[in-house]
């Protein structure tokens, strides 16, 4: 196990992890249909809006723990190798898991719904960024690697 990595994605996931709940209180208080329409909408605004800033946020800040004496090009580039392929990812799951969220749970335990989920996510997108990371590292370009390979 490499404790180091761990150490890290738990770091920045725990830096973001209480913006969920500001982030739904948001949503609830601003998205003002009812119904369906209303979790529909919701979920498109965090699907659309908030999942590629804090993704991306979070691939940065994890270039910065990795290394931050190459900041801020290493981050840049990290961003641009991780965050497309997490999100085409993010974009088969968490649409369908934040419809069930918006629908069936209660405003209060929202965010432990989503913890749950983002739990296992975060192992998934700690790969990507590692996987990613080390293509860099070893190819030094900006050569393109499938999602397949990852």
């Known amino acids: 196990m490499d404790w180091k990595r761990t150490f890290r994605m738990g770091f920045v996931c725990m830096c973001y992890g209480g913006i969920n709940h500001y982030w739904y209180g948001f949503l ?29 946020l979070m691939f940065f800040s994890l270039s ?3 290394n931050w004496k190459n900041q801020p090009e290493a981050g840049i580039q990290k961003v641009k190798l991780c965050l497309w392929p997490a999100l085409r990812a993010n974009y088969c799951v968490w649409p369908i898991l934040q419809i069930i969220n918006f629908r069936y749970v209660p405003l209060n335990y929202q965010v432990l719904f989503t913890t ?4 296992f996510w975060n192992i ?25 390979q990852i």
């Open 124 to 148: 998934f997108l700690s790969d990507v960024a590692h996987r990613r990371g080390k293509t860099t590292a070893t190819h030094k370009s900006n050569s393109y690697v499938s999602f397949q």
């Open 116 to 119: 749950t989920g983002v739990f």
């Open 64 to 66: 910065c723990l990795e």
């Open 28 to 56: 609830q208080r601003k998205v003002t249909f009812t119904g369906m329409k209303k979790v529909l909408a919701k979920m498109l605004f965090d699907q659309l809006f908030f999942v590629p800033v804090f993704d991306g």
